[in-house]
């Protein structure tokens, strides 16, 4: 989105001012790789990568407004991203993370840090995005049917659909507090925030 756009732009503004202090005209492809090399000392070639699409978004605009006369991201390599995920989490491993996040079948939830554990038990059961988890409104939950209904706005490839529902999704959404229009009634970010602090343990 726009407002993820501005936050990275503004990370880099803050993290390497030199750059940002060049003008338009004088940003070379040999910046762009020293950049490269210097965050992928902190980052994965993922992270970067979706990072030079926005670059070369914003470059490509700039020298269609006549702002530069070249795009110093004509002719870069880009890092190699890694092969993609070929395994499910463990039930071993998804009983760890639920249980650094103080999560139980036979507890009540209560805890935001329980909420991010019902969200990533879902995310097994159902393949659905952490994002399309947080966004769902009760009034699409149709657990009678076995199914949550997700529209298209809600979906990253923005075409609507129905996920069905295992017996274990349906008691993970039967534990949640019934209260606002959310199922989760958390951000996304929180949620992989939380998961993300509790796989790190």
């Not at 390599?77 to 491993?93: A, I, Q, W, Y």
């Not at 939830?109 to 097994?124: E, H, N, P, R």
Request: with cysteine.
């Amino acid at each position: 989105s726009g407002k993820n756009e501005a936050y990275r732009l503004n990370y880099y503004r803050r993290e390497y001012p030199d750059l940002f202090a060049m003008s338009l005209s004088k940003i070379q492809l040999e910046d762009i790789e020293a950049l490269i090399d210097v965050r992928l000392e902190v980052v994965t070639p993922s992270t970067i990568n979706r990072d030079l699409n926005l670059f070369s978004h914003m470059f490509t605009r700039a020298e269609k407004w006549k702002m530069m006369t070249h795009n110093p991201m004509q002719g870069i390599e880009k890092p190699k991203n890694p092969e993609g995920r070929t395994r499910r989490v463990s039930d071993e491993e998804a009983a760890l993370v639920c249980a650094a996040l103080h999560y139980r079948r036979d507890q009540p939830i209560v805890l935001v840090t329980q909420k991010s554990a019902v969200a990533f038990l879902l995310g097994i059961e159902t393949a659905m995005r952490m994002g399309e988890i947080c966004k769902t409104r009760w009034e699409d939950v149709h657990l009678d049917n076995r199914y949550i209904h997700l529209p298209a706005e809600i979906c990253k490839t923005r075409v609507e659909r129905d996920v069905p529902l295992s017996a274990e999704a349906i008691r993970l959404i039967k534990q949640l507090p019934r209260g606002g229009d959310l199922m989760l009634g958390l951000s996304a970010g929180t949620c992989s925030n939380e998961s993300g602090r509790a796989i790190k343990k």
